[in-house]
């Protein structure tokens, strides 16, 4: 940044000079020397110069620190989600970029007032020495060391105001890259969650809508209680809906249920539901389709180039989507007079048809969904920008048909995600096909027809950012329609696109121009069509074609031929991955609650006794699981039977063995020796990153205050307490359905519990 400024000595000693300049505002000349220095040392404070030298030091040496506050003593126990960073000390800006979920934990945990982070320079003392030297200058002398005296003295005015203005911005700094980088993560798994075409059963044509049979129980006993059924045909419309009574334990109920799939003959059958229960109703409904032969479509295979039948497949739907819409005033306004769980049912099915469309159907609601474990860290406006950029990307690359648009509210959502539309342009758009009959003919149409007297839908400039990614489709009876507005090709590019079907056809320009006359500009691409010779734009040489192009007109056209040829192909072709079906761990924590996390191998539950045997037990967790305690697990110190230890409709504590997630099956241990062992999360922390001493001292300290006061923890053997304090709570309800309680300790003391 320049050549280097050597420090120059002044000839007078700094107290001579100082003399020189004394008046009434600086009688003496210490007050002017103080003067001087101050001045100098805001000059440092506000250099641009100096300022990012600091910042650069900092993100070389940085050192983040976190301690605990009075509050936060007592308040982060080793349940807190704060806990991993209560004791975290000595993290560089590397470690913060690998993990920035901790760095945004720390700032939240700060405005809490839970903890105090502190952002320091690994070898402050180094850096100052090194900065001093920079400043002083290399004479020997008196003179000279005088100088460098007042030098020094600017710097210590002038260096911790730097560290510490500094520091704070490299804080905000490094806590918007952290939000950049988690945000960017929940972009990325939004847009996994969009990528998906809707469900294709086999032999069919990716894309294609399935006619789809969906079910659910909800929080129900499928056994006991009632299970819904929804119906929509492969136009997408909901066609009928009923409920079973007792499903699984009514054998009217399953024929009902058999003569339902042979009446509708749906592609595939989904299930979802808010509990541990829809495992049996999933199984059940395996089981009948199995044992009634219930086939779905038939397909060519390829294999044996014979037309077949499978098993009328069932899946578990991810019902993220659903849960919102089935009391949502939209789902309201669709269906009023239908239960909330018929409308939860109408909505699995309308995402296995088209999850782009449910998804851009939520609008705002969308940042309610779960993308990452700290996305409510994030701010939720910059968290909705990131969302909707995905959705941007997913809805040009399908394309919108405009006419279906017009006419389908859902269709209609996806709109303002396309290229040079938005929110109130989409609504414009929507007002003005409406006014020149509701229907467009050509994409050419959407600037307006005098001729006609079609008012412009689009002005010039937007209709060169949309027109491509709005489709038109082809009627091969209509001889205006063409071709090319079906397809992914922009309209500056159609005369490539007719050019390569006329060299496709091999017509020479009379040919051409014949045929165009006759027929208009797209009689050419119709032609192609109508001939089924689309597969001989293959043999084309687009490399010489493009070529070609960019010598005379200077236009590199290599990837837009490629793209043509694609869509002479296959119009608009599906280009999103197949339908994605849940994994068993996601399925289980779809309908428990639970993940690997919140119930892990090791941990103490509670859990309610429902048979004993003579050498097992089976008892049910609180997610609705059950559980099985076998005989090599129970207490082997008293000598007894499990009989002898535990009983139908106690509720005791177990540890956790292991978890079956297919099959929704805990193995648990009763054995004194393992409850009385607990259970800590394992945190990995290398060595001087974590201050131990602090944290032994903090828990001697608190068990001095409880034994001062008189507090004990209790074990509360209840289905509904969790050791939550009041935002974990929150947190937690905030995943589960509506009428969903918990029980909590009170802050109160320990002789108080709060529903």
């Not at 210590?156 to 945000?183: I, Y």
């Not at 500009?521 to 043999?539: H, S, Y």
């Not at 040489?541 to 793209?563: C, G, H, M």
């Not at 608190?702 to 004990?712: A, C, Q, Y």
């Amino acid at each position: 940044e320049g050549p280097k400024v050597w420090a120059d000595d002044d000839n007078e000693l700094p107290d001579n000079l100082a003399d020189q300049y004394v008046d009434e505002d600086f009688p003496t000349g210490d007050s002017v020397l103080q003067a001087a220095r101050q001045m100098y040392a805001e000059e440092l404070f506000v250099s641009p110069r100096m300022r990012k030298h600091f910042r650069a030091n900092f993100y070389e040496m940085g050192d983040i620190s976190c301690r605990r506050t009075e509050k936060g003593l007592r308040k982060i126990d080793e349940s807190h989600p704060f806990y991993e960073i209560k004791y975290l000390t000595h993290q560089s800006f590397g470690d913060m970029a690998r993990q920035p979920q901790l760095f945004l934990k720390m700032m939240k945990a700060e405005e809490d007032g839970l903890i105090e982070v502190k952002v320091s320079m690994e070898n402050d003392e180094g850096f100052k020495r090194n900065l001093r030297q920079e400043f002083v200058s290399d004479n020997y002398s008196e003179r000279a060391d005088r100088w460098n005296d007042e030098r020094t003295k600017v710097l210590e005015l002038a260096v911790p105001r730097l560290l510490k203005h500094v520091a704070k911005g490299v804080k905000e700094s490094v806590r918007t890259a952290c939000q950049d980088e988690v945000l960017t993560t929940c972009r990325e798994e939004y847009s996994k969650k969009i990528d998906q075409s809707p469900y294709k059963p086999k032999g069919m044509v990716l894309g294609t809508t399935p006619r789809v049979l969906t079910f659910s129980n909800g929080m129900a006993d499928p056994g006991r209680d009632a299970t819904c059924w929804a119906w929509m045909d492969e136009e997408g419309r909901f066609g009928d809906h009923g409920r079973f009574d007792n499903f699984t334990r009514n054998d009217a109920a399953r024929e009902e249920f058999v003569e339902l799939v042979k009446l509708r003959r749906p592609d595939v059958i989904g299930v979802s539901g808010w509990s541990a229960d829809t495992h049996k109703l999933v199984r059940e409904l395996e089981n009948i389709i199995s044992d009634k032969g219930l086939m779905g479509p038939e397909f060519d295979d390829p294999e044996t180039d014979e037309y077949r039948a499978e098993l009328l497949e069932v899946i578990v739907v991810n019902d993220e989507v659903a849960r919102l819409y089935k009391d949502s005033p939209r789902a309201v306004a669709d269906h009023p007079l239908l239960a909330p769980l018929t409308r939860y049912c109408i909505g699995l099915a309308r995402y296995m048809q088209n999850p782009l469309k449910e998804y851009a159907a939520l609008g705002k609601d969308i940042t309610s969904l779960a993308f990452h474990p700290c996305q409510q860290l994030l701010p939720q406006d910059k968290l909705l920008k990131n969302l909707e950029f995905a959705m941007v990307d997913m809805v040009n690359l399908c394309g919108v048909d405009i006419n279906e648009a017009v006419g389908d509210s859902y269709t209609a959502n996806l709109l303002p995600y396309v290229a040079g539309l938005g929110p109130r342009k989409a609504t414009s758009v929507l007002k003005a096909i409406s006014a020149n009959g509701g229907y467009v003919a050509s994409r050419a149409e959407l600037v307006g027809d005098i001729d006609s007297g079609k008012i412009p839908v689009v002005g010039p400039r937007v209709w060169n950012n949309c027109a491509s990614f709005l489709f038109i489709h082809f009627e091969s009876t209509n001889p205006t329609s063409d071709p090319l507005d079906n397809t992914r090709v922009h309209p500056e590019d159609y005369e490539l696109g007719r050019k390569m079907a006329a060299d496709a056809l091999e017509l020479d320009e009379e040919d051409v121009k014949g045929e165009t006359d006759q027929n208009g500009p797209g009689a050419i691409v119709r032609k192609l069509f109508k001939d089924d010779a689309q597969d001989k734009v293959n043999e084309l040489i687009l490399e010489e074609y493009a070529q070609q192009l960019e010598d005379k007109y200077s236009q590199k056209k290599r990837a837009t031929l490629e793209t043509i040829r694609a869509e002479l192909q296959a119009p608009y072709e599906e280009l999103r991955r197949n339908f994605v079906t849940l994994a068993d761990s996601e399925i289980f924590t779809m309908l428990t609650g639970e993940s690997k996390e919140s119930l892990a191998v090791g941990m103490i539950i509670p859990v309610n006794v429902r048979v004993v045997k003579d050498e097992f037990a089976i008892v049910k967790l609180d997610c609705g699981i059950e559980g099985r305690v076998e005989p090599n697990e129970h207490d082997r110190n008293t000598g007894m039977g499990i009989k002898g230890v535990i009983s139908v409709g106690q509720t005791v504590q177990a540890k956790l063995v292991s978890v079956e997630y297919k099959n929704f099956l805990a193995k648990l241990s009763i054995d004194e020796r393992d409850i009385k062992n607990g259970y800590r999360k394992h945190m990995y922390h290398p060595h001087g990153t974590w201050d131990e001493r602090l944290e032994a001292d903090d828990k001697e300290e608190l068990r001095e205050k409880d034994k001062s006061t008189g507090r004990t923890q209790r074990v509360i053997n209840h289905m509904l307490f969790k050791p939550f304090n009041g935002m974990e709570a929150e947190q937690w309800l905030g995943t589960q359905p509506n009428g969903e309680k918990v029980i909590r300790p009170s802050s109160k003391g320990s002789c108080c519990l709060l529903p």
